[in-house]
């Protein structure tokens, strides 16, 4: 079962979540996501890393490793 839980991490870094009652009781694993913010404030969606990364010239030519396999 996966439940999904949105939260707003406070200056403390203390979090209480309440855990739905058909979630049985024992170990359990947590992973936090953060959300990616821009600039501006806004959520990031598509292109909201355009302009971070450069792309070399030549990304898709056959690598030179890989010559005996092609």
């Not at 947590?30 to 959520?43: A, Y």
Request: charge should be negative.
């Amino acid at each position: 079962m996966s439940v999904t839980q949105t939260v707003e991490v406070p200056v403390s870094h203390r979090l209480t979540i309440d855990v739905p009652s058909e979630i049985p009781a024992g170990p359990v694993i947590i992973t936090f996501t953060p959300k990616v913010i821009s600039k501006n404030g806004e959520r990031g969606g598509f292109g909201c890393a355009k302009g971070e990364f450069i792309m070399a010239d030549d990304f898709d030519e056959p690598l030179e490793d890989f010559k005996d396999y092609m």
